[in-house]
């Protein structure tokens, strides 16, 4: 179980894009990475398709290391770090190590 899921708001940690906040659209948990919305963009040229693509340079969501975000509590709304507890089910739930509370 990873510390970050996908739909989860993470604030980034570390780099030029400090301080943004966004939603994970996408984790690679095999390169140890994840795809934040509006966070860490890139220009890329583009050739047309065949299929009406239109040419030109767009903008492309590149993945963030996951060791530079955060978790975002969604109850004291501050980034944090996360940890895991056991319920009485026998099933895992992250937790929020700032406030105590499940996330």
Do not use: W
């Not at 239109?54 to 993945?63: L, S, Y």
């Amino acid at each position: 179980m990873f510390k970050i899921k996908r739909d989860d708001l993470v604030e980034v940690r570390k780099g030029r894009d400090r301080g943004k906040r966004g939603k994970v659209r996408q984790l690679m948990p095999d390169e140890g990475r994840a795809v934040v919305i509006d966070v860490n963009i890139m220009k890329k040229h583009v050739k047309p398709g065949q299929r009406a693509r239109q040419a030109g340079i767009i903008d492309v969501e590149v993945p963030v290391r996951l060791a530079n975000l955060a978790l975002v509590c969604d109850k004291c709304g501050k980034p944090t770090r996360v940890g895991f507890r056991f319920m009485d089910d026998g099933s895992k739930a992250r937790y929020c190590k700032t406030c105590g509370e499940l996330t």
